[in-house]
């Protein structure tokens, strides 16, 4: 029976690296892995940069829904029709606004028998955890139901940090393991089980943030991309763009994270959808954007 790993977290906790990671332990201990993953905005950026790793065949976009409520039936005939292969395993990186236990309770139900019961690794960023105000409620219970949790950023933290989130970790969810990335072993996590965990239940509907994307034009430099992260206001809380720098050929990807951290690298490939610019989180419209994009411009 092929087992579904579902990776769960907050915006900007990792869960993308942590996919990478997964995908290319599994494939070089002769597994083969399906990959789907869930975005508010363009899941094709993401999925084309897996690419380097995955053939495209094995790789699914679900956009523009969320997945463990709107787009839940959409998710679940994606994996049904997932081909049987020698050694599969399915991965599925959730957005990073899901409800954690409602995708599990949700997920369950309707697979086919050649699946082993879903379970959930959580993605818990220990320089960030707790720090979100508002958005507390959400990462604490994006990690209630996981099986397994996943520390990150710890190369950030101090010691009594990581003492304490750890504790705090273990008061929300006794079951889980913890670990690093670092420190996994991918052979047991096929045999891991489904938490039996008693999650509180959270209003998913407070997370529904807006989201949205525009075209993004050819941008003459790199100080281009440092005034569009700086200058997108902090209710939007996560910030990702693509698109070609000056006169070169290929293009360049960058994002914000919500602790307001940028990160700029190669694209790998062309972006289907063409460059873009895409935010997720409060305040995100078309006019902010186009303003912004001007404004750099200038």
């Not at 065949?57 to 523009?64: E, P, Q, V």
């Not at 019961?117 to 990690?143: C, F, M, S, T, Y």
């Not at 989130?165 to 929300?172: A, D, F, R, S």
């Not at 409060?282 to 994009?293: D, E, M, Q, R």
Request: charged share 20%; aromatic share 6%; hydrophobic share 35%.
């Amino acid at each position: 029976m092929e087992a579904i790993i579902t990776i769960v977290g907050f915006l900007g906790a990792g869960k993308t690296t942590l996919l990478k990671h997964l995908i290319i332990n599994y494939i070089n201990n002769n597994w083969n892995p399906f990959i789907i993953l869930n975005d508010y905005e363009n899941a094709n950026l993401d999925a084309l940069q897996l690419t380097d790793k995955i053939k495209p065949k094995w790789i699914r976009a679900l956009t523009g829904s969320c997945i463990c409520c709107s787009g839940i039936n959409e998710l679940r005939n994606y994996v049904n029709r997932i081909p049987e292969r020698t050694n599969g395993i399915t991965l599925i990186e959730a957005n990073g606004t899901s409800d954690a236990c409602s995708l599990m309770e949700f997920l369950c139900v309707g697979l086919n028998d050649r699946f082993l019961p879903p379970i959930q690794i959580g993605v818990v960023d220990v320089k960030n955890w707790q720090k979100r105000e508002k958005h507390n409620e959400l990462e604490a219970n994006q990690i209630q139901v996981a099986s397994l949790i996943i520390l990150t950023h710890i190369e950030k933290t101090t010691a009594n940090r990581q003492t304490q989130v750890i504790k705090e970790l273990k008061k929300l969810n006794p079951f889980a393991k913890i670990l690093t990335m670092d420190t996994i072993d991918i052979s047991i996590l096929p045999g891991l089980t489904p938490s039996k965990n008693k999650a509180q239940l959270l209003n998913h509907q407070k997370a529904h943030w807006s989201s949205c994307s525009c075209d993004l034009p050819t941008l003459p430099n790199l100080n281009c991309i440092n005034y569009i992260c700086q200058t997108l206001p902090k209710s939007i809380l996560r910030v990702k763009g693509c698109t070609q720098i000056g006169d070169e050929k290929k293009y360049t990807y960058f994002e914000r994270n919500p602790d307001g951290e940028v990160y700029v690298r190669p694209f790998n490939g062309i972006p289907i959808t063409g460059p873009k610019l895409l935010t997720i989180g409060p305040n995100s419209k078309l006019s902010l954007l186009k303003k912004v994009i001007k404004e750099s411009l200038d």
